[in-house]
């Protein structure tokens, strides 16, 4: 039986190099897992983290033992099985995994093929983690001329979505908190921090505001402008894929690739993005660059609720949290009534997205990279971007107040 990373690599390189179906078909048929071709080709029939070999850990698993979720249950030969609707995606369990048994999704050929096969356009969304991870050489403009060669129609950064998903907790935040024991917790960004308060500290949900997060704005916002259109979101997080099923939401977002998997694809193709010519189209604030750091969510609410509201009497005491055990003792430490905070931040991973499991840079060269570039914006927040108003005008909004009361493209229910 061949080794999974040899069937992956195969097929991968099948897939750039455009093989017939009677290619790929061929290579199906060779001495292969069916259960890693299953995976490979039909990864949304699977949970977010695969087993691609025996369990050899014993009867003490480090992987379920570790599970926050309880995504980890043995079958009846004794191997670990991933519960596809408990999996949030956040990785534990490959880090502890003794076997290294355990690996992230790989959603490179569906994604492939739906850029081969589309009838519409196919847009690349990039999570605002995305500058630097494929080299200093690389820009906005030149990754954007790279995803173009690879027959994309666009890219978008989801940085511009999280300044539309700023100001509506901004403005969510102008209108809840009143008194000093008032707090909000952000449900803007990371879905392990969202999946920790919905299924282990629910006594909280009362406050998630009802917001999607900048992935899914970008993508439900993408499907509103251009209906056939197809979106993939690329990103440092395993934990996007679960997300972008999750039922009410998983109209927005048809695949998710991370930046790993990004560049896999850009060397098969031998493109190199940092030899493209620029197509430099910058529309995002400081407030949604910066995003992707710990901190960052906190920072763009403090700004954008000051120049909102100048003159309020309360203002944004924040507090954050980062890493699972950081966030597991924040969320305790609220149920037992130690705040002194009104707006709560968490990030799954250390450092936020640019500390993710499948990024690139090392995760302090990654926050420089961010702050660097969120440095670099033209407008410091969403209230003074003129691309946000024109946005939110092209989607149907007539004020910006109108976020709080929409029901469809920003807003979900916990």
Known sequence: MQSFNELYGRLVKAAAENRTEAELEQIRKEDFDPHHLDCLFRPEKHAPVWRIGECGCGEDAACAANCLFDALKRDEKGNMVVDKDRCVGCGECIERCNAKNLIESRDILPALAAVNRAEGPVYALVAPAFIGQLGPAVTPGKLRSAFKKLGFSGMVEVALFADILTLKEALEFDRT????????????????????????YHQLVPNLPGAVSPMVACGRAVKKLEPNATTIFIGPCIAKKAEA???????????????????????????????????????????????????????????????????????????????????????????????????????????????????ILPREEGRESVNEYGDGAAYPTPIDNPYVIDLLHRLGFDTVEGLLEEHGLFTRNF
Not at 284 to 301: D, L, P
Request: aromatic share 6%.
């Open 177 to 200: 908190i009143l008194t000093d024991k008032d707090f909000l917790l952000t449900s803007c960004c990371c879905p392990i921090w969202i999946a920790m308060i919905r299924k282990v």
């Open 245 to 359: 099923r999750e039922p009410d939401i998983a109209d927005a977002v048809d695949f998710v690739l991370t930046f790993q998997e990004m560049r896999d694809i850009f060397e098969f193709f031998q493109i190199n993005p940092g030899e493209m010519e620029e197509d430099s189209r910058d529309h995002s604030s400081k407030s949604g660059r910066i995003y992707a750091r710990t901190g960052g969510v906190s920072e763009a609410m403090q700004e954008t609720v000051r120049r909102l509201n100048p003159g309020r009497s309360i203002t944004v005491k924040a507090r954050q949290a980062d890493g699972i055990p950081g966030c597991r003792a924040l969320l305790s430490a609220l149920l037992a009534g130690d705040n002194d905070a009104n707006f709560i931040e968490g990030m799954g991973c250390v450092g936020g997205c640019v500390g993710g499991p499948k990024a």
